[in-house]
């Protein structure tokens, strides 16, 4: 499975972006999806996360109220949407996948290569 991630960049503070991760590999169903980020200094987190039935989702508490997590099965792309940005969510973003082989149902665990979200105040 390859993770594709797209729409980092800087924004001011106050100011939105919105991230994409496509998810590509035939062999596999993408099951459960997630965002991580990592901060210069600090460990990954987990920001959000989407279930691949329901859609449920769960958010950091750093992140509710701000930031909407979704995802298009028929496109097998997650989105993240990112609102009232600040300083403190600069770091680089992390598209998660957990994938199902169809041949085997083994499942296994995919990263993106990350995308960098700047907020300057």
């Known amino acids: 499975v390859q993770l594709v991630e797209s729409g980092g960049g800087l924004v001011q503070a106050g100011g939105s972006l919105r991230l994409s991760c496509a998810a590509s590999?035939?062999?596999?169903?993408?099951?459960?999806m997630g965002w991580y980020r990592q901060a210069p200094g600090k460990q990954r987190e987990l920001v959000a996360s989407?279930?691949?039935?329901?859609?449920?989702?769960n958010y950091a508490d750093s992140v509710k109220g701000r930031f909407t997590i979704s995802r298009d099965n028929t496109k097998n792309t997650m989105y993240l949407q990112m609102n009232s940005l600040t300083p403190e969510d600069t770091a680089v973003y992390y598209c998660n996948a957990k994938a199902i082989e169809l041949r085997t149902a083994r499942l296994y665990e995919y990263w993106g290569q990350g995308t960098q979200v700047t907020v300057s105040s």
């Open positions: 989407i279930t691949s039935g329901s859609g449920g989702t």
């Open positions: 590999g035939s062999r596999f169903s993408i099951a459960d």
